[in-house]
């Protein structure tokens, strides 16, 4: 089954850029396109990347992703990093119909 | 704009069934699969499966199957999701999202927090 790995947390300084990984296993993460997810304590989870590389509107241009075929990687870049961009992030995918989540990355910024 | 506006809280006993609501707005309904994610506490993001409101085909995650519904009610522009059977391991917040059309979600509701408890 195919499977995304994030790692468990991140941290940064305000005003550094910050990536976070989201690796593929058994399949090519090519192959169907990556969202990022962005989930602030008790609140919902909103959308920040869809289909690999797009902002919906009102999201910050400081958020970008990215893929890597060679390394069957997705990445979440996220640029000037503010207080408020501490949160969980989630790459997500979709598989053979199936829904797949990586288990999310607590990103710090202190 | 999009909106989608979920019911709330419930608190179930092990054993009985919660359904839970997602009314839509700012878009046309059957445009877009509507899917169902929760999140037990202190835990990550879990797929439950997705309807296609225009034809009402569904996909559940194989862990629910035999104790999962989801249905849609085109005349309101709400989709709803039935788990039965309920224990203690169904204590979560359950979301909608709807399907960008791509595979994956662009808007979310607020999220239904599901209490099963004796």
């Known amino acids: 089954n195919f499977m995304l790995t994030q790692p468990h947390s991140v941290s940064e300084s305000p005003g550094k850029t910050v990536t976070i990984s989201c690796t593929g296993s058994?399949?090519?993460?090519?192959?169907?396109?990556i969202q990022w997810y962005q989930q602030r304590a008790g609140s919902a989870p909103t959308t920040m990347i869809y289909?690999?590389?797009?902002?919906p509107s009102g999201v910050p241009d400081r958020f970008s992703g990215s893929i890597d075929s060679s390394s069957n990687s997705a990445s979440l870049t996220i640029s000037g990093l503010k207080t408020e961009d501490e949160a969980d992030y989630y790459c997500?995918?979709?598989?053979?119909?199936?829904?797949?989540f990586g288990g999310g990355t607590k990103l710090t910024v202190l | 704009q999009v909106q989608l506006m979920q019911s709330g809280a419930e608190v179930k006993k092990p054993g009985a069934s919660v359904k839970v609501s997602c009314k839509s707005s700012?878009?046309?309904?059957?445009?877009?699969?509507m899917h169902w994610v929760r999140q037990a506490p202190g835990q990550g993001l879990e797929s439950m499966g997705w309807?296609?409101?225009?034809?009402?085909?569904?996909k559940y995650a194989q862990k629910f199957q035999g104790r999962i519904t989801m249905t849609t009610d085109t005349s309101t522009s709400t989709a709803y999701m039935e788990l039965g059977s309920v224990t203690s391991d169904d204590t979560a917040v359950y979301y909608c999202?709807?399907?960008w059309g791509g595979g994956g979600f662009d808007f979310w509701g607020q999220g239904t927090l599901v209490t099963v408890s004796s």
């Open positions: 289909e690999d590389d797009r902002r």
């Open positions: 997500q995918s979709s598989h053979s119909t199936k829904v797949i």
């Open positions: 999202a709807r399907d």
């Open positions: 309807i296609n409101p225009k034809s009402g085909a569904t």
């Open positions: 058994n399949g090519s993460i090519a192959s169907n396109f």
């Open positions: 700012g878009y046309s309904f059957t445009d877009h699969y």
